[in-house]
């Protein structure tokens, strides 16, 4: 019997922590832009009795997601894909965000759609970002959900951002609106495709954020949640594995926010005050 491959793109620390709940007995491919991540990634899974194997990949270039896909099936039967790749506000351009962020990860969606085995699973890590974009029009949100990837960045509500909060919550929000879209396909291979939308949850992404312009904002936003504190990737990874199970067959299509209670905040409690700046 063919082994079953858990592909991971971002071996981050999100993704790891999805990685390591999912992973044992089966086959681990770990895709990342950062060969150091990669490659630290790799001897921690190996040292913990994961069955590993990594490849260095760009989430912004069709081809390299491709690659990754083809090198994936040559490990076994791809039943679980993970997008934890990515890149937030304090650490690019517009441009940079809108190639990985939404361009990338909605080429992702696609790419695997195509291959996945039946019964498998997807998980997209999106953001709590996005949904304080506020309402968009049915229109803008159709055309996020089904335009395809090599046009999303020419939509005019697209190609006019400018600031990088803007690209990653309009990203983020893709990232939702294309997992809508993309469980229909992934339904033809009896295939679940969800996304979660973390908070703020210690990583070195959220540690870039910290310490940037909006560290700030963002300190006291976690002071003043409902939760009153940061979240850890290894509740990032709980719920993930949950989707991902058996337990999680009947979810699809969906988003799930695990925020502590921030967005619920930011539109009706303490977090008001935040609206003009986050
Ligand atoms: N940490 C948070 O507070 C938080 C909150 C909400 C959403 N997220 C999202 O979670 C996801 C994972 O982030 P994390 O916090 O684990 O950060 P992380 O920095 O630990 O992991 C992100 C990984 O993505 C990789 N990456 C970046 N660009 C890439 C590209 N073009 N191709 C391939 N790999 C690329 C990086 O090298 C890194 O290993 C991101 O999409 C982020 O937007 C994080």
């Known amino acids: 019997m063919n082994k079953e491959v858990v592909v991971l793109s971002g071996a981050g620390s999100i993704g790891l922590a999805i ?3 999912i992973g044992t007995a089966k086959h681990i491919v770990l895709a990342d832009y950062d060969k150091n991540n990669l490659q630290n990634a790799q001897t921690v899974l190996k040292q913990a009795g994961f069955e590993v194997s990594s490849m260095q990949f760009d989430l912004s270039r069709r081809q390299s997601v491709q690659d990754l896909v083809q090198y994936s099936q040559t490990k076994g039967d791809v039943k679980y894909v993970i997008n934890a790749a990515g890149v937030s506000p304090s650490q690019a351009s517009v441009e940079k965000i809108l190639s990985v962020d939404m361009y990338g990860t909605a080429v ?7 291959i996945i085995s039946e019964g498998g699973s997807c998980v997209i890590i999106s953001s709590q970002s996005g ?3 506020g309402t968009l029009t049915q229109q803008e949100s159709d055309l996020l959900a089904t335009t395809d990837p090599e046009s999303l960045i020419n939509l005019p509500f697209v190609k006019n951002i400018t600031d990088t909060l803007k690209a990653y919550q309009y990203s983020k929000r893709c990232n939702v609106l294309k997992v809508m879209f993309e469980a229909n396909r992934w339904a033809k291979r009896r295939a679940t495709i969800n996304s979660v939308s973390p908070g703020i ?4 992404l959220a540690a ?4 940037g312009p909006r560290g700030e904002g963002y300190r006291k936003m976690l002071q003043a949640s409902p939760a009153m504190r940061a979240g850890t990737p290894d509740e990032v990874g709980d719920l993930a594995q949950f989707l991902m199970s058996e337990k999680g067959k009947f979810i ?3 988003d799930i926010l695990i ?3 921030t967005t619920a905040s930011y539109f009706y409690g303490d977090l008001q005050y935040l609206k003009q700046t986050h």
């Open 201 to 204: 949850i210690i990583t070195p």
């Open 131 to 133: 949904h304080r974009l």
């Open 252 to 254: 699809t299509g969906a």
């Open 259 to 261: 925020d502590g209670g």
């Open 108 to 114: 992702f969606m696609e790419e695997f759609g195509k």
């Open 208 to 211: 870039d954020e910290l310490k």
């Open 19 to 21: 990685a390591r709940r």
